[in-house]
């Protein structure tokens, strides 16, 4: 039963690392790959959801076969480019944090913030 499921449980344990890294750590880099790594997870899941064992390419043929399902694997196309803006945002935003504060550290930067006194 397990071995027969081994692409739900490396989701599974991909999200929970991914989770992880997003929680406990406080540099916003370390974060940014944690939520990379829990996004991956996420694909990876709902690929395997979306395969059959005995499952063909949804293509049209004489014969009436068993097909995949190729409605998870389009939305993870559109997933992936999502993810990729996301990334790209977060270290444009982290990049922005380090040249005001000096720290990609948040708590350091929130401690300079309020030091500060008034917000920028």
Same mark, same amino acid.
């Given at each position: *039963? $397990? +071995?027969? /499921? ?8 991909? *999200? ?5 890294? &997003? *929680?406990? /750590?406080? =540099?916003? &880099?370390?974060? #940014?790959? !944690?939520? =990379? %790594?829990?996004?991956?997870? &996420?694909? *990876?899941?709902?690929?395997?959801? !979306?395969?059959? @064992?005995?499952?063909? +390419? ?6 009436? @076969? @068993?097909?995949? /399902?190729?409605?998870? /694997?389009?939305?993870? #196309?559109?997933? $992936?480019?999502?993810? %990729?803006?996301?990334? +790209?945002? !977060? #270290? @444009? #935003? ?27």
């Amino acid at each position: *039963m $397990i +071995a027969s /499921h081994y692409s739900y449980w490396v989701s599974m344990a991909l *999200m929970m690392i991914g989770l992880y890294v &997003v *929680m406990s /750590h406080a =540099n916003l &880099v370390k974060k #940014l790959i !944690g939520l =990379n %790594v829990f996004q991956v997870a &996420v694909f *990876m899941l709902y690929i395997s959801l !979306g395969k059959r @064992a005995d499952g063909t +390419a949804p293509i049209l043929d004489s014969a009436f @076969a @068993a097909y995949s /399902h190729p409605l998870p /694997h389009v939305l993870i #196309l559109t997933a $992936i480019v999502v993810g %990729v803006a996301t990334t +790209a945002l !977060g #270290l @444009a #935003l982290t990049v922005r944090i380090h040249e005001a504060y000096g720290t990609t550290d948040e708590d350091d930067a929130l401690k300079r913030d309020s030091a500060q006194g008034e917000p920028r």
